[in-house]
T-cell receptor
Framework: EAGVTQFPSHSVIEKGQTVTLRCDPI?????LYWYRRVMGKEIKFLLH????????ESGMPNNRFLAERTGGTYSTLKVQPAELEDSGVYFC????????????FGPGTRLLVL | GDSVTQMEGPVTLSEEAFLTINCTYT??????LFWYVQYPGEGLQLLLK?????DKGSNKGFEATYRKETTSFHLEKGSVQVSDSAVYFC????????????FGRGTSLIVHP
């Protein structure tokens, strides 16, 4: 069974540009989560999809961030326009059910905004 | 709100040394506690967990005991290997919440041969 994959693995952009991150969850996993780790700090929750619906987006930092999950399969996270403080590692995770089931994490996308 | 505090790294050890990574937490109710590990170039993996007080989670030679009286969940291993070099994250999820984990800042472990 393939794990959670994320693309790209690294991205370097200039302030003001747009970047789109992609996450492919494990097949059959209805729950998809986005997290972010700013350098040296905690991993913070951004949002949670159940299929194509946003279940919880309380962690989204501002309206420059837009997440979508078309058809309940892969998800994209767009940052537009990017700011310096958006730099960090963006993790995606998926799980079959909600609740106490283990979330399976992807390797992350390392974003650097210059 | 919930929070997790873990020791700062990097922790540098020689192979076969004893490892302790401290983790304390603040939470309401009775959270579940976790240790995740991220090996270089890979995603976070659940290493072990404990769901109630005095439970001991263990996996791959690592252990951690849920201590409610000291609100701690310290990670230990008796003899580390070079392959244990990774970043370790302590985390909790609240019993009455959405099970979204609250993570600590991570501790980098470097094991030298």
């Amino acid at each position: 069974e393939a794990g959670v994959t994320q693309f790209p693995s690294h991205s370097v952009i200039e302030k003001g540009q747009t970047v789109t991150l992609r996450c492919d969850p494990i097949s059959g996993h209805d729950n998809l989560y986005w997290y972010r780790r700013v350098m040296g700090k905690e991993i913070k929750f951004l949002l949670h999809f159940v299929k194509e619906s946003k279940q919880d987006e309380s962690g989204m930092p501002n309206n420059r961030f837009l997440a979508e999950r078309t058809g309940g399969t892969y998800s994209t996270l767009k940052v537009q326009p990017a700011e310096l403080e958006d730099s960090g590692v963006y993790f995606c995770a998926s799980s079959r059910d909600r609740g106490k089931e283990t979330q399976y994490f992807g390797p992350g996308t390392r974003l650097l905004v210059l | 709100g919930d929070s997790v505090t873990q020791m700062e790294g990097p922790v540098t050890l020689s192979e076969e040394a004893f490892l302790t990574i401290n983790c304390t937490y603040t939470a309401t109710g009775y959270p579940s506690l976790f240790w995740y590990v991220q090996y270089p170039g890979e995603g976070l993996q659940l290493l072990l967990k404990a769901t109630k007080a005095d439970d001991k989670g263990s996996n791959k030679g690592f252990e951690a005991t849920y201590r409610k009286e000291t609100t701690s969940f310290h990670l230990e291993k008796g003899s580390v290997q070079v392959s244990d070099s990774a970043v370790y994250f302590c985390a909790l999820s609240s019993s009455g919440g959405s099970y979204i984990p609250t993570f600590g800042r991570g501790t980098s472990l470097i094991v030298h041969p």
